[in-house]
């Protein structure tokens, strides 16, 4: 009898620690269950692997999404070259790792179509090379080369560049900007302007990327207040440094530095309202005449042209069309055109350049229907700095 009260209380004893083991392992079960079940959605391989792939996307959108691509940067500092990937929104020197604040010479070039065009590279070889011969800068102060380029182009432009840049005694910085994301930018800012200043679908200047200089203001970074445009077809006669102390010329109020027209384009351009204007200035030559403009010498104040609330109205689409309504004016030379028309109304917008800076060459009105008042318009007197071959004219070797 004791033997199986003994058997008794040992198999109950046995049942009871079996029974608490099988609670142990199930309630490690469940605390695994759990675990895998509230904490995959926040803690498991997967979600973190997502979190970083979410975190990449959305570095990518903000690189994406910057004022300005830039896709290759070249710089010297102290004669030696490099070349390295550079940030899109970011304007500045590298130097031995460091960062420097230099002042910058701003010059930016339209480059597209070079790769097709021999003549084209031609022109862009008389003009970087005369530049750099004359080219000087004080310690601290850095030339920065922009080009608006197609891809094909900026491979060629960069090899280019190596040779014209080898003897440069100057710090430099070389910048490509992609054309089809910077018109992209700028279409839907001068969509309207195209409407009255393009040449017709399919033409050189019908692309909205030929009115940049137009809204430039609104697509670069604001951290960049002066910038140069000049046309590939220069040569120069004298140290680019020089032209960027015209900006401390402006009167108040003045968005623009140009340089006027050479032939009687706008006489041309103008003959309807002209004609029913016979008192006018608009169209005819200086001194007293109002010429217009040639945009292949322009400075820049980007600056000016974002705090002027009147440049700024006067890019509206209803102004435009009103303006261009009261002239008659059907252009095809994209944003000299539009100019041209806005200082026929607001001449304090503009700084106007001495003829020296950009002398053009081209004589092609003088021997259709203008020849008895060219001279009145190509006559430029005073020191050349720049000469322009526009409508591939020849320019001088000296």
């Given amino acids: 009898m004791h033997i199986l009260r003994l058997a008794c209380i040992i198999m109950a004893r046995v049942i009871t620690f079996r029974s608490l083991q099988f609670l142990l392992l199930l309630a490690a079960g469940l605390a695994v269950m759990a675990f895998y079940y509230f904490g995959s959605e926040n803690q498991n391989f997967s979600s973190t692997t997502k979190r970083i792939k979410l975190s990449q996307a959305s570095q990518n959108t903000n690189r994406n999404n910057a004022d300005l691509t830039l896709d290759t940067r070249f710089s ?92 440069a005694t100057f710090k430099y910085e070389v910048l490509f900007h992609d054309v089809d994301t910077l018109t992209h930018k700028l279409f839907p800012i001068v969509e309207v302007l195209q409407k009255h200043f393009s040449a017709g679908s399919g033409a050189y200047y019908s692309d909205s990327i030929f009115f940049l200089s137009v809204a430039m203001h609104h697509i670069l970074p604001e951290n960049l207040t002066r910038i140069v445009q000049v046309d590939l077809d220069l040569k120069y006669r004298t140290n680019i440094r020089d032209l960027f102390q015209e900006f401390d010329r402006f009167p108040p109020g003045a968005v623009l530095g140009i340089v006027r027209e050479m032939q009687p384009v706008y006489r041309h351009t103008f003959w309807q309202y002209r004609k029913e204007n016979p008192q006018t200035r608009v169209g005819d030559p200086p001194p007293e005449g109002l010429p217009g403009f040639n945009s292949g010498v322009m400075l820049l104040d980007l600056a000016a042209m974002r705090a002027s609330t009147l440049y700024n109205q006067l890019l509206e689409i209803g102004n435009v069309n009103k303006l261009a309504n009261k002239y008659s004016i059907r252009g095809n030379l994209g944003d000299q055109d539009f100019y041209t028309m806005i200082s026929m109304e607001h001449p304090e917008l503009f700084y106007s350049l001495a003829c020296g800076w950009n002398r053009q060459l081209c004589t092609w009105w003088r021997d259709h229907g203008y020849g008895d008042v060219f001279q009145l318009y190509y006559r430029c007197d005073g020191p050349i700095y720049i000469y322009h071959g526009n409508c591939n004219t020849p320019i001088p070797d000296d």
Avoid at 77 to 100: I, M, N, P, V
Avoid at 110 to 131: E, G, I, N
């Fill in 76 to 167: 010297q500092a102290d004669g030696s070259q490099k070349k390295e990937k550079a940030e899109s929104d970011k304007f500045r020197l590298k130097k031995s790792g460091d960062t420097t604040l230099d002042q910058r010479y701003n010059v930016l070039m339209m480059f597209t179509k070079v790769d097709k065009s021999r003549s084209l590279q031609d022109k862009f070889s008389v003009a970087m090379l005369s530049m750099v011969k004359y080219a000087g800068f004080l310690e601290g102060e850095v030339l920065a080369l922009h080009f608006v380029s197609d891809q094909a182009s900026k491979d060629l432009g960069e090899k280019l560049l190596q040779e014209f840049l080898t003897n």
